[in-house]
């Protein structure tokens, strides 16, 4: 645990303390490579600059829209196949091979299908998502052990009390781990979507100032997106572990 | 009627059903393009496709060189040290949350648009699952191997060469997978959204002209690429996963 | 002088709360060509001391040597080393694996075949030069582990109780076949084992440990002649010398 938080520590440093000095050595142009402090400033600017707080709103419900959808649908979907395994037989091979093909390639496709709007994106989203999530789910049924199932059975439990007793809690580390890996995927193709083509988001901001030279723009957006990221990320991680222990308790029990 | 023939029948019914959809306007062209579309746009300008195909495969082939040897020597060197791997794992794992794609403008600025900032993104995107898986599969080696190779005198390097990567070596190439997987797409995607040449720029080009037959034609080389490379590694998995089944059974 | 020296040696572990004594004050000798057994309880330090002698490890204080020098570090040429764990590369062949040390050496490919062939030919294994670890048993493996432990002809085998994951029959099977290999090679081997029985059927020697901290308490010469006859196990003066170690292992233990 120290050691993991001295990790952290020191690769935050490592990568500021090595920025300010490369900008400060002029190792390249001030343009190119501004001090972390310009960067600092303009992303304090963006917080209270509504057109940019507007981008950013628009993005995050691209991405909240886009789980929400993919998410109950692809979670039932995983437990559909989970408990037909005929079922499971015809799509799984198929659900593996789209995984296998990188989706992002399809993009123009959708903007061709949808446009450049927010449904475009909202899709794409739902399509990167979609097929993590059901995996995962597929694996979170499978993964309940059957003594678990007989010895509820022998206790007397009804139908109910077996959903959310038993087999909810055994299965929620698994389908949170793939909600989150959901997240991730759902972020990366938002964002690409926003990048490539559209008028408005942050994928569309950052890619400008890529296009327009303009650095310190860029990484106040960077660093903004990723700590946002991050720390979605690592909110979905806490809450796997948590029930992960909650599990473990319950199967000791 | 053996299966082979049955699996083609299949595949011409399910070719010419597309080609009907689409001629018979159930689905505008410009969304899907009909197989005849696509077989034109092929004809047409293959040859420029051609190229654009070569520079992507170079671009792909010198990312996943670089891909692989730094993530395999990153992975080597952190997984051997307890104290380096505890540290570092939580962060390289973490970073894994950022969509790499929004560093893409910032090689754009400082890179330009050629080649060189897609090997780099690629090389970014692909480093992390191979340093991680690399990393993992050094922690796994039972220490009396290592004391088996100090008790008939190896050197450090013997060490590493012939005992330590080959047993991390089922870790590191699925790892490898993942990595590769990530660093075909960086290539190609990043062509898509900024580029001089190469497959994913020809997409690009071909979807503002809503030629949707180059389009589907530049995304089926796409794929093809995509396909070939993980076949390639599917041949690596297998050879190596052949002594580690044999090791796990007996 | 003997093949072996160790004076007074003494191994600590660890610092505060966690100190461990391993051992204190460990002396003993050993004869050149000499089939000397460590026996103890579990825990005694047994495994400590063998890879002191291995050079794995530093002793706390004290010293141990082979032919006058110290041992401070693995010597292969001079110390072969055979594990708990046959330890093979599991994507080598048997041949491969026993040629591995000379390998490493940069050991000519003639020449090291031959040696190695003969090796295994030496554990009854010649016929399987070309199997994999996974196509063998625990005890053929554990030969293929023997032969690479004689690959660099050493001066002196360590055993760190090779047997002891293997059934009992196959294992009193493999006992009886080390002494044939041994008989034709006349190294100096030091073994280690929890089984009294295997220690006193296998050896010249026998030195017995007391609990940790580890130290000799006793040490008994095992005058069977050889070659040694499986029979002796059941014999009287078999079990008489067994329950002499028992009992001192006993009284150090209370």
Known sequence: MGAALAGYLIFAVALFGGWELAARLAVADAELLPPVATVAAILWRFMHDPAFLGDLELTAAEVAVGFLIAAPLAVSTGFLLGERLHLAETFNPIVHFILAVPQSIFLPVFILAFGIGFLEKVLFGVTHAYFVIVVNSFAAVRSIPPPLIAAARVFGATRAQIYTRIYLPAMLPLVLTGLRLGMVLCIIGVLLAEMYASRHGIGRLIFTWGEGYQVPELLAGIVLVSILTVAVNEAMRLAELRAGRFYARVSAA | MNAGIRSLVVAAVAVAAWEAVVRLGLISAIILAAPSDIILAAASDGAVFVRAFATTAIEIAAAIVMTWTLGIVVGLIVGSSHTLASATTPVLSSIFAVPLIILYPLLMAWLGIGPLSKVVFAVLSGFFPVALNTIDGVRAIEGRYIAFARSVGATRLQTYARIIFPLALPAIVSGLRVGTGLVVIGVIVTEMLASLGGIGFLISYHRTLFNTGHVYFGMVLALLMAVAVNMGLTAIDRRIGLWRMREENS | ?254
């Open chain 3, 1 to 254: 002088m003997q093949i072996i020296e160790v004076n007074k040696l003494g191994k600590n572990f660890g610092a505060g709360r966690a100190h461990v004594r391993a051992l204190a004050d460990v002396s003993f000798a050993v004869e050149e060509g000499r089939f000397v057994t460590l026996v103890g309880p579990s825990g005694c330090g047994k495994s400590t001391l063998l890879q002191i002698l291995a050079g794995l490890i530093a002793a706390t204080s004290g010293e141990a040597r082979i032919d006058g020098e110290r041992i401070r570090a693995p010597m292969p040429d001079k110390i072969g080393m055979v594990f708990q764990d046959p330890t093979l590369l599991p994507w080598k062949t048997a041949l491969a694996n026993v040629e591995f040390p000379l390998d490493l050496r940069g050991v000519d490919r003639a020449v090291r075949r031959k040696r190695c062939l003969a090796l295994l030919d030496l554990v009854g294994l010649r016929e399987f030069a070309d199997n994999y670890p996974h196509e063998l048993s625990g005890g053929m493996r554990q030969r293929v582990a023997i032969a690479r432990g004689l690959a660099q002809d050493p001066r002196l085998i360590l055993m760190d109780e090779p047997f002891a994951a293997l059934d009992e029959q196959t294992r009193t099977r493999m006992g009886h076949d080390l002494l044939e290999i041994w008989e034709r090679t006349r190294k100096t081997v030091f073994f280690i084992t929890h089984s009294l029985a295997e220690a006193i059927y296998l050896s010249d020697m026998v030195l017995v440990m007391s609990p940790r901290p580890g130290r000799i308490i006793d040490t008994i010469a095992i005058d069977f002649p050889r070659p040694r006859d499986i029979d002796i196990i059941g014999s009287e003066a078999f079990g008489q010398i067994r329950n002499r170690i028992w009992h001192r292992i006993a009284q150090a233990q209370a």
